[in-house]
């Protein structure tokens, strides 16, 4: 790493290759990427680029995921946020990490609560529109009954985290 | 109060990693849910920390440079102990693949192979090796058909209980001896204690997981909803992923809906009934294939004297297998007739049906080894059961394997090809992990009888799971029925170990205590009975002086009703104070779950008053910037000797304080 003269700390990234993933970083977009990374440090790959990436093409949340890694919010990550996302998605990182940037993916408006509108987004995209509307609020009103410890209609991180940490099935 | 947050966490953060080794600050700043920048100035800002304080010395305590080590050792060996683990990369693909509930099969199939595993090392090492040094003379010719059915020159191998001596095993030129005879018993009861607190610890473990839920968290719906797995990345899989979905959810709100719903009376009955037949001709159909079991079984031994073919032993495991296979799909054909309102329902029931049958055709069969082989009169009948044991798993092995590839593999050109309505087979879940616990009961009553069973059976394991693995990838599909894997889990380890292990236990015990053994074979020939072996042997220690511990230990100890009586008194009493602390626990969440649905509602009244607050400021107050400041989100926060404090969400300001008799 050190001869291309980058400045990755493979001790910050949990047993992933971060070369393997420069490279695959690069690859994405070459004529943006240099292979000498340290002339454009902060270069961004456009989201357009990102969401076509196999791991992420079908995934149906890609769009979050991308807007949450990526520092604007605006889904063009640079390869700090590339590395975050491929650290973070890993089978070695914490529960609770995973369950931290879940939460952030299910918040649609990022207003740290994920209230019934995000949690229809959230089911619209899970069931591909399978679900009638009805089926939909009902489902909706169910989830916040049965998570919001603290009553005030919407889920905050706390409430989240309660909830799937205890979910055994979670995440595996 | 987010940047105040923050910047006191990091702090407390910083505080925390500067005294511990390099390996666990990397460790805890990777974990940390902050971004790569932010890893980074942290890691730069403790290491300036450091290098601060390291030019003080600082001298450790003894207490914390032992605990660095230990915890330092503590991740070194779960790291190797992970890597050892050579099946998680094939689970993980299954589990990507077909999701949790076809994975929790096959980590259910290298739990067993683990514990296999650790059978054959210790009846390896204490049983099979001492006799290895001290072998009898085979004197029969090896034919392929003995694989199949065991007997024949595999008789007079290490195999079976009949070739081991019952004598001391001495070596000429050295000192030691080895007791045969106490090795024996004490390994397999060592082990089955092994076993029986391994299988406790395991179903504890997932009872604890799946079973303790606050009242609130009641259906799970929420739990599904949230439980979308950012692993899987075919479409696919994607696509599957979410119509199983959706069917759950909409069971889920059929459940719901059923609950407000009420059935007529008529079809309530109708329905009664049809329940009732079915159980009614599932236990029929099960107790006739013990009869026949039972019958065939008895008569075998005037067959196998008439037709002294080795192959004619064959034909009751055979009869077994085919029991094994046909009923349960005879089960699951009651499903076009019988219908639950609850789909969960029928999948317990048809579980319940299978084990049924299965412990009853393994109860008969011990019912027979124990009633009529052994009080026949035959030379080794030990050896005799090990055989028909052995029999039995090659058979079923036999069968799983043509299964496998037959039933899938056919069923899939037939379903892909020929009929194209019947499409891809399922993987069935309820019935390969039924055959498991099936073939475990068999090999923990074979382990007393041959020795070297875990061996064989650990290979055809080895074999079924590659077997089975590549199949599910050819062939299957997941299963599309609702299945919380990790509850069914629990109630298959319950299983295993209810009726299945503590069954073995009867019979093992039946046999150690009430059955005389073979008068020519075997290390117990002579005695007349395998625990007089522990007798005598508590006769030869009490002639010691050195070991008369052991004795009083035994007498008093284990030998005593009294100390038993007591044992499981105090057990009880343990119990009973448990459950009273769970139930005040109980009412500890509920009460506490109140008080925060109260502060939240509390909070909003002050933020209402504090709104009216400014306003009625403002009127005196001709600022603008006051009209700002109610726009503003506002959280109000309790400090530690009792003042509010109202803090500004956008800026760290030392909050106004508010007065609460102004309100």
Redesign the interface.
Known sequence: MNSKGIELDPELSPKVESAWLFYRFQALAPQLVTLDYTSNPGVKVPYEVISSMPELKDNPFRERIAQVFSQDGDGNMTLDDFLDMFSVMSEMAPRDLKAYYAFKIYDFNNDDYICPLDLEKTMIKLTRGELTPEEVGLVCEKVINEADVDNDGKLSLDDFQNMILHAPDFLR | MNIADKTKHEEKLIASLINLPTRDR?KI?????L???E??KI?KKVNMEKQKSANQSIQLNYCTQCLTHYRHFKSVTSEFFQSLDVWQRTL?II?SKFG?SV?SYFSFLTWLLKFNIFSFIVNFSFIIIPQLTDPKPNNLSFTGLELLTGAGSFQQTVLYYGFYTNSTIKHKGSNTSYNMQLAYIFTIGLYLVICFFSLLYSMACSFR??FI?PH????????L???????????KA??LK??N??TE??E??SE?RHENVITPLKQRLSRFCIHLAAWIVSTGVAIACCAAVYFLAFNNMKFLREHKNQAATLLLPFLVCCFNLFVPLFYSSFGLVEKFEIPRHQVLVIIIRNIFLKISIIGILCYYWLNSIAVSHEECWETLIGQDIYRLLMMNFLFTLFDSIFGEFLRRIIGTKLIKSLGVPEFDIARNVLELIYTQTLLWIGIFFAPLLPFIHMITLFIMLNVKRISLMMNCLPPSKVW???QMMTLFIFLLFFPSFTGVLCVLAITVWRLKPSAQCGPFQGLPSIIHAIYGWIEILSNRPSYLWVVWIYRNLIGSVHFFFILTLIVVIITYLYWQIIEGRKIMIKLL?EQ??N??KDKMFLVEKLLKLQESQKKTNTFPLAQERREQEVSLKWSKDGHLFILDKREWSEGTKVNLEDM
């Open positions: 990397n700043i990777r974990n940390q849910p971004t790569m920048q890893k980074r890691k993980k589990g949790t994975l997981n799946n839920n609130v968290y009641s259906r799970g719906t929420a739990k909803v949230f439980s979308w797995d950012f692993t899987i990345t075919r479409e994607v696509k979410q119509r979905l959706t959810l909409k889920n709100l719901i919380r894997a990790s779950h925060i649905i502060e939240g």
